[in-house]
Nanobody, 114 residues
């Protein structure tokens, strides 16, 4: 029943910015974790930025450059990405977890050119 739909990916030059959005629908009550992950080619999916309870957690590689936020009731989650680097090029996924179950969006490609 839960659906996550991402938008906002695309092609940007190094030093530029992008805003990713994730709209969550269905039964969205009381997710324990929600936020953003990414996959590099031939690598496992890794945490970028998540909301856990009343706090947030960021990967060291994006601290100071990316900011996660959400609307009231957390039906939409955002990732503001500034000072983008070619190393940020990846497929970005919105994800959420509740009761031992994980939910994922389809992913959105972010490509940063030099």
């Amino acid at each position: 029943q839960v659906q996550l739909v991402e938008s906002g990916g695309g092609l940007v030059q190094a030093g530029g910015s992008l805003n990713l959005s994730c709209v969550v629908s269905g039964n969205i009550f009381s997710f324990s974790v929600m936020g953003w992950y990414r996959e590099f080619p031939r690598k496992q999916r890794e945490l970028v930025a998540v909301i856990i309870g009343s706090g947030t957690e960021y990967a060291d590689s994006v601290k100071g450059r990316f900011t996660i936020s959400s609307d009231k009731d957390r039906n939409t989650v955002y990732l503001q990405m500034n000072s983008l680097k070619p190393a940020d090029t990846a497929v970005y996924f919105c994800g959420a977890r509740r009761g031992g179950l994980s939910y994922w969006g389809q992913g959105t490609q972010v490509t940063v050119s030099s």
